[in-house]
T-cell receptor
Framework: KQEVTQIPAALSVPEGENLVLNCSFTDSAIYNLQWFRQDPGKGLTSLLLIQSSQREQTSGRLNASLDKSSGRSTLYIAASQPGDSATYLCAGWMDSSYKLIFGSGTRLLVRP | DAGVIQSPRHEVTEMGQEVTLRCKPISGHDYLFWYRQTMMRGLELLIYFNNNVPIDDSGMPEDRFSAKMPNASFSTLKIQPSEPRDSAVYFC?????????????FGPGTRLTVT
């Protein structure tokens, strides 16, 4: 059974720091990997999707990479801002079935 | 596009009552997903549809849960009878396999409280 683990569970950093969020999965049969952001009491906002043929994706200050061989993905946030404070979730798409398996999330606090 | 629309946003009901959650996917998307989020179990996929047909309902917890998609623009998730342990946030999401950027887009969720 596929399991997705996110480390750390919580992170507090001062504004301006570069940071890395980690996501690992037990089964390398990940098809795509998607990173989401969730603000308290809100829905999920898609940040980046790494397709099966890709190794990384970039959007603004965000960069996500995927290494299927090691079963890991990382989300890099450059020059963090207080507005980046949220919970970040990674989710693996299993094979081509479109079933998303979610990690438990990393709760990020960026202090002014 | 208005995005994925869910209603109601909040629902409070008593144990034993029937609850119906509604979802309107993004126009043109042919996949629709229902998820449940709780503190204990995180986000779980309940069921998903492709072209209005249920493909995988293995995540539906019990027979008390049922989902339908009568057309491409509407889906319901029904719980009958509801129990306190069903209290959670229920999300609907949609996607298009053939359409970039291929991502799943989530609605704002319905927060269900069963007393």
């Amino acid at each position: 059974k596929q399991e997705v683990t996110q480390i750390p569970a919580a992170l507090s950093v001062p504004e301006g720091e570069n940071l890395v969020l980690n996501c690992s999965f037990t089964d390398s049969a990940i098809y795509n990997l998607q990173w989401f952001r969730q603000d308290p009491g809100k829905g999920l906002t898609s940040l980046l999707l790494i397709q099966s043929s890709q190794r990384e994706q970039t959007s603004g200050r965000l960069n996500a990479s995927l290494d299927k061989s090691s079963g890991r993905s990382t989300l890099y946030i450059a020059a963090s801002q207080p507005g980046d404070s949220a919970t970040y979730l990674c989710a693996g798409w299993m094979d081509s079935s479109y079933k998303l398996i979610f990690g438990s999330g990393t709760r990020l606090l960026v202090r002014p | 596009d208005a995005g994925v629309i869910q209603s109601p946003r909040h629902e409070v009901t008593e144990m034993g009552q029937e609850v119906t959650l509604r979802c309107k996917p993004i126009s043109g998307h042919d996949y629709l997903f229902w998820y449940r989020q709780t503190m204990m179990r995180g986000l779980e996929l309940l069921i998903y549809f492709n072209n209005n047909v249920p493909i995988d309902d293995s995540g539906m917890p019990e027979d008390r849960f049922s989902a339908k998609m009568p057309n491409a623009s509407f889906s319901t998730l029904k719980i009958q009878p509801s129990e306190p342990r069903d209290s959670a946030v229920y999300f609907c999401a949609s996607s298009c396999f053939e359409c970039p950027p291929y991502e799943q887009y989530f609605g704002p969720g319905t927060r269900l409280t069963v007393t």
